[in-house]
């Protein structure tokens, strides 16, 4: 449990707040390339950290994301015109580039000084795209950090599938569920035919379905932590998942060797909402099309968007459409996508989890170890304006988690640093 | 009027206010048996005074309501497995007993000194059904009171009829309507053949469409009030009608001797909505086929519900489908049922009514003395710890609404107290 | 800009505040004559700057704007009987005359000195109707000042055609969009054939769409300011747009000599919400069969609305119904109607904006020194009770707006003045 105030501190990440400003000191996923699929197309809202920005593509395919009014009267720059290098407000015609300059001001008079006062621009964030995502920084401009490198960043678009799923809740509970392996257990317990093997750990589904008590082992790293569970394996071995917390808020979620690899990535869109950005990556191979069919129908990993858009068709309002015959007869939850199972009792916790109120675990050591991190990291932001080395160290985030069989004798250490946690050069 | 000062002790029921307070001494109406059809049946989320629970039917039969959220990391009950003697959280496992005792908690190893931690444990409640609802006593555990024994609660379950309809507005808007006879004579006036006698007095109904301006003659009681209201009735009689006020929110509404009974019982959801739990009986006989027809269909009496749910089809947004074609020809209000009438002003007072602004007559005698009986035994309990004596007194509910003719020369204090008021032994 | 106090100053209109109380000093439209078609019909809920209200037409065919609950026990008024004379509550049957006497209170005694105690009244408010409009007057009623003398309110009801719409924004987005004729080069700007003459300017449309910077000049005047705005015209001439605004928020926006006329009137439902009517009229002829069908259709010029309502299809949720490939070939926003297009930019500056971000240009001097008056008005108002002298001049509001070419020797007080500016005698 948390006391109230560290709750507070671990939550919010609005302007001003010690979260909110740590969190603006690395690159962030803004939204996806796909949404703004061409030269000269629609303009994006995008919330992220309660703040509203416009986000497009202009002629040239540059990115831009802007703040989301006019700095003129305050229209939004959403109904703008996209064309000829800019986004044209359509309420007075003033025009931007991706980067904020001023390119047109038709309202005022030809030789008016507005029109060429450089103090006039649109507020514009970096940005970069890579692994189907626009990333950005929104942190202070005058120390732009390295892109960080996730393996999946790096590699041919065949390679990787990349979506994005709305959830209701504060970023912290996805974040904390995402890191919390011991839930394989249960919420995702693979109890007849129809659940497929959707942690994609192959044979060694049966010990995590086994063992749901599975001992921690967590060590701080500077990109975040390694957190190394250890489950009862055969005669021989432990079954190991090491997964891997990439400062502020992204995580890589163990699949078996050679299979196909799991990243989730989690940004506020304000206090009480985040997005679930979901990876499927594979360094040796593209994805098949049978894969990709899976990962963009949803269904029993990913969830089935309302289409149109990225807000799950199961969701609170309708009990992320659990089937309570199929709770008694062939699923833990009767709920059938994996994404979905984490929505529901993710979402279940409120708005903002009241942590004042649980009672936490053995199972719950690396959540706990995460929020002392955070929180710690947090103040000492706002305190000292400490900024996390990981920040500047790009290359840290190349990391691998894995789910693997390894020698009893085996310490975790050693398990936690197996050659399987890092990429293939 | 009240003036602010009491209108908030009046109406705000949450954790930690007096009225709240109050309350919680009293068993309150939790939900209907019927939610919670069979064994290990699905779970039901409850809301009750601003806070939230999980009711559920275990494997043998028994109820049980507990906190909503497991006490492990809070994701919410409702989605748990329920089998086996218990309530399991679908997060990690953890199992409970109706009576909140801990069963399992799987996701710690064997031998943690956690899982046989006896403060663990999901708070729970009390629970009865009786008279097809489940009773809860939120109140302090080491002083569980009688349950109070209302007539219907005794009878066989073919002699009464239980169901329940929302209302968005504070509760004691619902309650103060329920003894307020005065409106008989308004808003639920028969005009028209197509209004039958939904208030269920026989030929005696003619008195109450004849005359509004009853005189009111009040008694407090143990229990509460006993409210008799007389108006005109033939050459030498009167037509009095005695409601039964059973504190906290119970009200018994008059029919003519020998008829079906009614009940009414108010509890809040949070401070802006309420359940109207509605009761017909009949200690003598069983309801009959087109009786209980009736009032599952809804329609002149019941308010029809949305299938599925305890939520009206006639609402604010709809106007409660008033039809003013109808309100020109041949209804007071436009408004088909009953129970939509007193909806549609109840709420149409605000979601909490500002009694500042009132302007009470004779006919609102009942009322003022209700808030006044309320608002100090609120303050009492709230300063002293004192329990109004009805508590510990489960016999004293047993009485009886009558709407009957009687002689000129007999006393309020004779009728009020008419052996029809009392149940048949 | 605005600091923040002005900002709170200009836009908070409820009971108590200055804005709110010069508001109240001016008669205000309060719902369309058309709501209200006969003698006797259905009462109508009316909410202007954040109070509630019950209008309806006696059997007289006189109307009656009463506050929105009954004195008595605040049951709304609208769910009444309107008959007889007056509008009776269904709760308990009092029952008031339009100027708010109590004609009856039949749930009280004959004979109790409640049924004749003149302190027991529905509070009403003078109205007026002209124009198409119910006028009301909120403010203080020992002081009633005279209807505003707009030229549209004396014309044959064949002349003019008024509609309303609501804007979910603060009134004064509303307003400033209003004055602000610079807009129209670029917002309304006539893209294609499909977009016809919105602005009825005939062929002086190209002067609007061809000079986006206007060069302004406006004159305080007792009724408010005279807006009068140069482009670039022929040879010899400029094109003046001559802007009325008439306090505290209506406005006469140009059209051309000769041709329909128009006026916009904002009213503030609440702080966040307003009601925009708008009136086209023609002091020399009747409006055409043509002229009519797409005022009350909506298309081009007014917005569609959702049948039986006031509330357009075209809002923030569908984005007005943008269209993305017709304001890449033919329309400037790709939104089709000219009031939906006001609608899009003006509720996207934020249900109330936040002025302390802007960055004004010479093409906002209107805008700024409407603020100017309009806040020192309301503090005038708030500190020494100052009424603005055009409260008592009814004779100031006969004006009109114009869009001419005027020879480019004429000074901006010669245009400004010129005798378009007045109704024909």
Redesign the interface.
Known sequence: MLNSENNEILTRVGPGTAMGGLFRQFWQPALLCEELPAPDC?PVRVRLMGENFVAFRDSSGKVGLLDA?C??????L??G?N?EGGLR?????WKFSVTGELLD??????G?P?RCNPN?RAKAYPVHEAGGIVWAYLGPQESIPPLPQMEFMGLPAQNFYTSKCLMKCNYQQAL?GSIDT??L???HRSMAPMQKDVFNVGHLQEYGDAD??P?FFCEDTEYGMRISARRDGGEDTYYWRITQWLMPAAVLVPTAEGLVCRANLFIPIDDENCWWYRIRYHAGRPLSDDELAEYKGGGLDYAKLVPGTYIPEGNRAN?YL?D?TL??SGS??G?LSAQL?DL???E???AI???T????????TA?VKCRRRLIESAKRFATEGTIPAAVARADLYKRRAVAILLPKEMTADQAGTHPATLPSA
């Open positions: 629609a009014h700095p003129h009267r305050l229209a939004e959403f109904f015109r064309e407000c359509v309420y007075h015609g001001m038709p309202s005022e008079p030809a008016s507005m006039i904390e011991a839930h257990t249960f919420l749901g008590a001992r009990d659990m309570r709770q008694k833990f939850t709920i199972q529901a009792v993710q279940s916790q409120g989890a009241d942590r109120k649980e009672h936490l675990g053995s199972s719950d959540i």
